[in-house]
């Protein structure tokens, strides 16, 4: 875990003054923090990009000046985002060198906060009543470049889009009857900018919940507008996870784009959520005491796709026309495999498109392009790619989804979808998932404390088992009480289980 560490300063009415009383509070932090290993850089404030000769030149003057004068041993930077130093480090580490701090009189951009996806399409504390829609981004626009470290580049230091949290973890905090993103309440009337807090007047509980997610669900999985205004267990469980997969998808989408660029650091806002609503985090509110929150926090998909593909070292993916990259981020160089592969929806076969070795160069951004015909002339409301990159043992490094149209355009097939809980031979508690038709971002869900090894994934028939991992130490007196709550609470999702027809009710 490295930690980039703001100081106590912000935008808008939050900018320091050089007094005793913050002088000695800033000392009294540095110190505080100073046995921290993780905290590999400190900065003076959250977007208040630092000129020379402004007002901002405080962060440099004094607030940083004064986190030098007691920390020589960290990587400093202006401000996030920022422009670097002209003066006052040494330029390959960041470090200090003893001389005065001094922003550069340029407007190159080497750091970059946003794209933000913000929620709207119903009133609510943040984000926008009208239904903004936006590029699904799907299928990728890749264009074939130079990169590397040589290049010019960016820090992509934050950007994110909204998402609310499980049905398990946002369920106890409303009453049943409110059991949808609209609560099953007149709407409120909301005022105020959509970057801010709005003021709400009414008394729809879900106008309290930050933002909505009416605009990313649209965006994925169409404008069955009726059903976001559905209340009850089933339409919320739909509701919820349409807007965790939508949500997921969005950066997802951006991720991989931008690893197709000059782009060299892409940190996610945000990590965990605060409390159960529609916020930024890829993990839900982490507090057990809570009914339904999970000890460290429940992971979303978007969580699990971090580790399956999208901050893998060696990883790969496709765009539009077939166009494609490998790239290794990884200090080493990198020997392995990579294997594209086509599931069809109908019949469920899987079709090699194309099988090559890798072999790239130690990283940052050591990059290979190829086009493939027989990728760009898929049809992806007919099947699914995925990206596999193996190492050379035949170890899978990352294994990519890569959809060519959203969930509401795949011509899924009627499926027979169950799972069971079972327990492993070492007494860990699994999920045995089967299945007769390909299940698309199949998402199971326990109020048993841990996260599953995978999920959010391509479900081949006959399907597989997925193992639990139980948060260390435990929360449970022994094996046999963690396994009842993983039994009892377990279940499955996937496009499917919500499309009218289907059953909606997958526990055995």
Known sequence: LLVYHDMQYAQEGHDPQVTASQDGELRHQIRRLSHHASIVMYDGCNECTVYMGAPTE?????????????????????????????TGVHRLSSLPNGNPLTTPDTKATIEQHGPYQHGAGFPAKNGDTPMLLFPANIPLNLTA???????????????????MSSFESMAPTLAAKHWGLHAGQPWDTCEGVSSGERTCTGDNVMAQRNYPCDNVIVVYFGSALAGLNGTGEVAFKRQLYQCLISSALVVKQAIETRRAQNVFGLIVWQFGEIWPTG??????????????????????????WYKSSLYADAFASCGAGGQC????????PFQGSLTLQLTDFASSAVQVLEQKNISLPAGAGAAEWFSSAKVGQ?????????????????????????????????ELEENSLTVNPVVLADGTPA????????AM???????????????????HPPGRVVQFVPVKPGMYKGQEELYREFATSLRVE???TYRPGQPVVRMV
């Open 325 to 332: 990259f490998l790239r290794n981020d990884a200090p080493a």
């Open 378 to 410: 898929h049809d992806g409301t007919k099947g699914i790619l995925e990206a596999v990159v193996r190492d050379q043992r035949g170890g899978v490094v990352s294994w990519n989804v890569v959809p060519f149209v959203t969930p509401e355009k795949m």
């Open 279 to 304: 916020g930024w985090g890829s993990v839900e509110y982490g507090n057990p005491n809570f009914p339904g929150q999970v000890l460290g926090g429940r992971w979303k998909p978007l969580q699990y």
């Open 494 to 496: 996937d496009v499917m």
């Open 431 to 438: 999920a045995n998932l089967t299945c007769t038709k390909v």
């Open 441 to 459: 971002f199949v998402t199971l869900t326990t109020l048993a404390h841990g996260r599953f090894e995978d999920n959010a994934f391509v479900l």
């Open 145 to 163: 470049g130079t990169i590397g470290p040589a290049q010019q580049n960016v820090f992509v230091s934050e950007f994110g889009s909204v998402s």
């Open 58 to 86: 405080i962060y440099a003057k004094f607030v940083m000046t004064v986190v030098v004068e007691e920390d020589i041993s960290r990587v400093v930077w202006p401000s996030s985002p920022g422009k670097g130093w002209a």
